[in-house]
């Protein structure tokens, strides 16, 4: 594995302690360890506790990428994307839009002939342009479903319901 500077470069001059910590010890201590643990299934174990931790910022759109670089493939990621023909994306607005790593996601993969339907939960906000926004990073795309705005508070069964209809 390569040296990481992405700390340093980033934060070097406002937080060098800190840069540092994440480049000399996180990585160079810790990931470099490859006869412990091989970087590939250490990103895969990564990308994993990040997304079920609801982590979406830029540590995971840079923890996919490294992901990428140490070998996972598309198809490892999502398992085999060619056998759904209907793909449900959710997730929490923020700042009026989807969190970036949504636009990551949809430009990774080739959804043309598919069907996706948008749903997100917010505090208020509606889904104002988010479903015109993420058209632009999936120009491949088919169809698209009508978006669906929730509440923080939506049960499981209003969402199960919309599922049910957007399947289709
Ligand atoms: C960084 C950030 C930005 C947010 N921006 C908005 C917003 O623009 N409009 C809104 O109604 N809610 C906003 N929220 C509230 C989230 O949409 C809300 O917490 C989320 O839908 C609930 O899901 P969660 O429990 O997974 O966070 C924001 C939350 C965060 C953390």
Same mark, same amino acid.
């Given at each position: 594995?390569?040296?990481?500077?992405?700390?340093?470069?980033?934060? =070097?001059d406002?937080?060098?302690?800190?840069?540092?910590?994440?480049?000399?010890?996180?990585?160079?201590?810790?990931w470099?360890?490859? #006869?412990?643990?091989a970087?590939?299934?250490?990103?895969? %174990?990564t990308?994993?506790?990040?997304?079920? &931790?609801?982590?979406? #910022? &830029?540590?995971?759109?840079?923890?996919?990428q490294?992901a990428?670089?140490?070998g996972?493939?598309?198809?490892?990621?999502?398992?085999?994307?060619?056998?759904?023909? %209907?793909?449900?994306?959710?997730?929490?607005?923020?700042?009026?839009?989807?969190?970036?790593?949504?636009?990551?996601?949809?430009?990774?993969? #080739?959804?043309?002939?598919?069907?996706?339907?948008?749903?997100?939960?917010?505090?208020?906000? =509606?889904?104002?342009?988010?479903?015109?926004?993420?058209?632009?990073?999936?120009?491949?795309?088919?169809?698209?479903?009508?978006?669906?705005?929730?509440?923080?508070?939506?049960?499981?069964s209003?969402?199960?319901?919309?599922?049910?209809? &957007?399947?289709?």
């Amino acid at each position: 594995m390569g040296k990481v500077t992405a700390g340093k470069e980033m934060l =070097g001059d406002f937080a060098p302690q800190f840069a540092g910590f994440n480049d000399d010890v996180l990585f160079g201590e810790v990931w470099s360890r490859e #006869d412990k643990l091989a970087p590939r299934e250490r990103s895969i %174990v990564t990308v994993s506790a990040l997304l079920s &931790s609801g982590i979406l #910022d &830029s540590s995971l759109k840079f923890h996919i990428q490294k992901a990428k670089d140490n070998g996972v493939t598309k198809e490892e990621m999502v398992k085999d994307m060619g056998r759904y023909d %209907v793909v449900l994306i959710g997730f929490p607005i923020w700042w009026y839009v989807a969190p970036r790593i949504i636009q990551t996601f949809l430009e990774s993969y #080739d959804f043309s002939g598919k069907k996706i339907s948008l749903f997100a939960t917010s505090g208020m906000s =509606g889904m104002g342009d988010t479903q015109e926004i993420l058209r632009l990073s999936c120009p491949g795309a088919a169809t698209w479903g009508a978006g669906r705005r929730f509440s923080e508070s939506a049960s499981e069964s209003e969402i199960n319901r919309w599922v049910g209809k &957007s399947s289709f």
